[in-house]
């Protein structure tokens, strides 16, 4: 079992590289950004098409070497409208390695600004989704890393504008098989544009079979003709789901509480030009976003699901927009390993994860995990935000969203308290984690954590901080030997789900029982079933992983909110549901 892509095997001639198992190039001999502007930017009216839009939104199939992206890029920067948003959202199931890409694109120096922006934000190539965001340009790639047939069900997005870009059908028929032509009709706005380079009769037919009307046009250098496409209907109608995504809205969104969840959300809206407030008496960061440290790790699972797909994702989007803020310490860390039960465990996990994944003899290194400053990173995020502590502007809000940690209205999320303790001495070199951690913090004290209590009250900081100390000279005796005196402790309570996993999107309304019912007993979906007029939205339980999760979830809330693509795979946000416990208790019976 893997968690991550293969790379495709590759040759390389003078005029780029060559899939030698799929017996195709990546992009013309003669001219690959001239075919692409020709085939598809051209094909699909670009640019007339996204000029008056507020959001327009590309679709591909094949990735490739990212070509196509960065031309629509280079465009969209020269001809976007005000205050417009393009999103690119592509699948890819062989994605090249960052070394292949750069060096395929260095073929095209008018491209290379954009390139080196690509490649530095070039993602790990484990399977699910993955985003990337281009602020400056208000450019948003989202990569499906997996095959069509897996990838196409778990896009939710309304794409205006389709690069049809696979290997040709006669190697690789999988991209141009009869399920995909149905996914493009349920994805394809009213008026969605198509284009590709072939002209093959199944493609032919699979397009007009979906609802598009089809029409051959003169192809490019040595092709003779190619295909340009609108589609027409008839329009599927959407399924019904128990986990749906946030109608969106408009007007001022109101995010009731101030740590790392209400920031990240406030962040990502306000990226895209909403009118946001924070509502929390206590200001920023003053529960248990608050800690004096913390470490970004990721959840990690011997297992292909939907959860750790969307979790691992959320681990390296809080990891790149971190990074971009400058407030992490990317030193690795080092989890230590019980037994011999545990040491397979994790081999078997490290195996599963590829690159950055390393057992040795010390136990597993992970290279891409980093500690921060979780303060910093919380008035970072939020800071051109309007902080207020009355309640009485929740009366200006237009949708509010529930980010109160343990106080969120939701009766699945349970209290779990925790303390730190801040030792002077010589920190390790790098983080160490075993169920408990150490670490140096921003002025090289030592943080010990941390303890785990049921409910709010974390107990007495002497027991805890002596507990804390015995846990350490167990695990790490030299570290413990270099420790000083407690210069400190800190406590906080953190939000738990039965799962242990986090909660995005709207509660069950009081008709979800009724409908629901039938259909989490085994019987068919209910058809025209209408969402709920105002439903109460959360963005908690998060655990001693906010700092790893919120972003993520909070870049989802905020794409449904502004009618954008997901940043997830439709699983994976089912997965972070609040739904989820209402329908396994109506599948139970209860």
Same mark, same amino acid.
């Not at 900081?461 to 005196?485: F, H, M, S, V, Y």
């Not at 007029?533 to 972003?551: E, K, N, T, W």
């Not at 993520?552 to 009618?563: K, N, Q, R, T």
């Given at each position: 079992? @893997?968690?991550?892509?293969?790379?495709?095997?590759?040759?390389?001639?003078d005029?780029?590289?060559?899939?030698?198992? +799929?017996?195709?190039?990546?992009?013309?001999?003669?001219?690959?950004?001239?075919?692409?502007?020709a085939?598809?930017? =051209?094909?699909?009216?670009?640019?007339?098409?996204?000029?008056?839009?507020?959001?327009?939104?590309?679709?591909?199939?094949?990735?490739?070497?990212?070509?196509?992206?960065?031309?629509?890029?280079?465009?969209?920067?020269?001809?976007?409208?005000?205050?417009?948003?393009?999103? +690119?959202?592509s699948?890819?199931?062989?994605?090249?390695?960052?070394?292949?890409?750069?060096?395929?694109?260095? =073929?095209?120096?008018?491209?290379?600004?954009?390139?080196?922006?690509?490649?530095?934000?070039?993602?790990?190539?484990?399977?699910? =989704?993955?985003?990337?965001?281009?602020e400056?340009?208000?450019?948003?790639?989202?990569?499906?890393?997996?095959?069509?047939?897996?990838?196409l069900?778990?896009?939710?997005?309304?794409?205006?504008?389709?690069f049809?870009?696979?290997?040709?059908?006669?190697?690789?028929?999988?991209?141009?098989?009869?399920?995909?032509?149905?996914?493009?009709?349920?994805?394809?706005?009213?008026?969605?544009?198509a284009?590709t +380079?072939?002209?093959?009769?199944?493609?032919?037919?699979?397009?007009?079979?979906?609802?598009?009307?089809?029409e051959?046009?003169?192809?490019?250098?040595?092709?003779?003709?190619?295909?340009?496409?609108?589609?027409? *209907?008839?329009f599927?109608?959407?399924?019904?789901?128990?986990?749906?995504?946030?109608?969106?809205?408009?007007?001022?969104?109101?995010?009731? *509480?101030?740590?790392?969840?209400?920031?990240?959300?406030?962040?990502?809206?306000?990226?895209?030009?909403?009118?946001?407030?924070?509502v929390?008496?206590?200001?920023?960061a003053a529960?248990?976003?608050?800690?004096?440290?913390?470490?970004?790790?990721?959840?990690?699972?011997?297992?292909? #699901?939907?959860?750790?797909?969307?979790?691992?994702?959320?681990?390296e989007?809080?990891?790149?927009?971190?990074?971009?803020?400058?407030?992490?310490?990317?030193?690795?860390?080092?989890?230590?390993?019980?037994?011999e039960?545990?040491?397979?465990?994790?081999?078997?996990?490290a195996?599963?994860?590829?690159?950055?994944?390393?057992?040795?003899?010390?136990?597993?290194?992970?290279?891409?995990?980093?500690?921060?400053?979780?303060?910093?990173?919380?008035?970072a995020?939020?800071r051109?935000?309007?902080?207020?502590?009355e309640?009485?502007?929740?009366?200006?809000?237009?949708?509010?969203?529930?980010?109160?940690?343990? @106080?969120?209205?939701?009766?699945?999320?349970?209290?779990?308290?925790?303390?730190?303790?801040?030792?002077?001495?010589?920190?390790?070199?790098?983080?160490?984690?075993?169920?408990?951690?150490?670490?140096?913090? @921003?002025?090289? #004290?030592?943080?010990?954590?941390?303890?785990?209590?049921?409910?709010?009250?974390?107990?007495?900081?002497?027991?805890?901080?002596?507990?804390l100390?015995?846990?350490?000279?167990?695990?790490?005796?030299?570290?413990?030997?270099?420790?000083?005196?407690?210069?400190?402790?800190?406590? *906080?309570?953190?939000?738990?789900?039965?799962?242990?996993?986090?909660?995005?999107?709207?509660?069950?309304?009081?008709?979800?029982?009724?409908?629901?019912?039938?259909?989490?007993?085994?019987?068919?979906?209910?058809?025209?079933?209408?969402?709920?007029d105002?439903?109460?939205?959360?963005?908690?339980?998060?655990?001693? #992983?906010?700092?790893?999760?919120?972003?993520?979830?909070?870049?989802?809330?905020?794409?449904?909110?502004?009618?954008?693509?997901?940043?997830?795979?439709?699983? *994976?946000?089912?997965?972070?549901?609040?739904?989820?416990?209402?329908?396994?208790?109506?599948?139970?019976?209860?």
């Amino acid at each position: 079992m @893997k968690l991550f892509c293969d790379p495709p095997r590759l040759d390389w001639r003078d005029t780029g590289p060559v899939a030698p198992d +799929f017996g195709d190039i990546y992009f013309s001999a003669q001219d690959g950004l001239a075919e692409t502007r020709a085939v598809f930017l =051209a094909g699909c009216g670009l640019p007339q098409a996204w000029q008056g839009r507020d959001c327009f939104t590309i679709g591909e199939l094949g990735f490739g070497t990212g070509l196509n992206f960065l031309a629509a890029w280079q465009m969209w920067r020269d001809t976007r409208p005000d205050d417009g948003r393009l999103h +690119f959202v592509s699948l890819e199931k062989y994605p090249l390695r960052r070394a292949d890409a750069e060096r395929a694109l260095s =073929a095209w120096p008018e491209l290379a600004p954009l390139a080196e922006r690509l490649i530095a934000a070039w993602p790990q190539p484990l399977k699910g =989704a993955h985003r990337l965001r281009f602020e400056d340009d208000r450019v948003t790639l989202t990569l499906f890393h997996d095959d069509v047939a897996a990838a196409l069900p778990q896009i939710e997005a309304s794409i205006d504008a389709w690069f049809l870009d696979g290997f040709a059908p006669s190697g690789n028929a999988d991209m141009w098989a009869d399920t995909v032509w149905p996914q493009l009709a349920r994805l394809s706005r009213p008026g969605a544009r198509a284009a590709t +380079f072939t002209v093959a009769g199944a493609v032919r037919r699979g397009l007009q079979g979906a609802g598009f009307e089809v029409e051959k046009k003169p192809g490019f250098g040595r092709k003779r003709e190619r295909l340009e496409a609108r589609f027409a *209907g008839p329009f599927p109608a959407p399924q019904a789901t128990p986990f749906p995504r946030l109608p969106a809205s408009d007007g001022t969104i109101v995010i009731r *509480g101030g740590g790392i969840a209400g920031a990240s959300l406030a962040h990502a809206l306000q990226r895209r030009g909403r009118d946001v407030a924070i509502v929390d008496p206590d200001g920023l960061a003053a529960g248990a976003s608050g800690a004096p440290s913390g470490l970004l790790t990721p959840r990690l699972e011997n297992a292909d #699901r939907p959860h750790v797909r969307a979790t691992l994702a959320a681990f390296e989007y809080a990891r790149q927009l971190y990074d971009g803020l400058g407030l992490l310490q990317a030193e690795g860390t080092l989890r230590l390993l019980r037994d011999e039960p545990e040491a397979r465990r994790y081999d078997a996990i490290a195996d599963a994860m590829g690159e950055s994944y390393e057992i040795r003899d010390d136990g597993l290194w992970m290279d891409r995990a980093a500690r921060f400053s979780p303060q910093d990173i919380v008035h970072a995020l939020a800071r051109d935000c309007r902080i207020v502590t009355e309640t009485e502007s929740l009366l200006e809000a237009s949708v509010i969203v529930d980010c109160r940690g343990p @106080k969120a209205a939701m009766a699945d999320l349970a209290a779990s308290a925790g303390r730190v303790a801040v030792f002077d001495g010589s920190p390790p070199a790098h983080p160490i984690v075993w169920g408990g951690y150490v670490s140096a913090m @921003k002025d090289r #004290r030592v943080l010990l954590g941390a303890t785990h209590e049921k409910g709010a009250d974390p107990g007495p900081a002497e027991a805890a901080i002596k507990a804390l100390r015995a846990d350490l000279e167990k695990r790490c005796p030299e570290t413990a030997a270099r420790l000083g005196g407690v210069g400190s402790s800190w406590a *906080g309570v953190r939000a738990t789900t039965p799962d242990r996993l986090p909660v995005a999107g709207s509660l069950p309304g009081p008709k979800f029982d009724t409908i629901w019912r039938a259909a989490a007993r085994g019987a068919p979906q209910p058809v025209n079933v209408t969402t709920e007029d105002s439903p109460q939205i959360v963005l908690s339980g998060f655990g001693s #992983r906010g700092f790893a999760h919120a972003p993520l979830m909070a870049e989802a809330l905020a794409s449904d909110l502004c009618g954008e693509p997901s940043p997830l795979e439709s699983a *994976g946000r089912a997965a972070m549901h609040p739904a989820r416990f209402r329908f396994r208790a109506l599948k139970r019976g209860d």
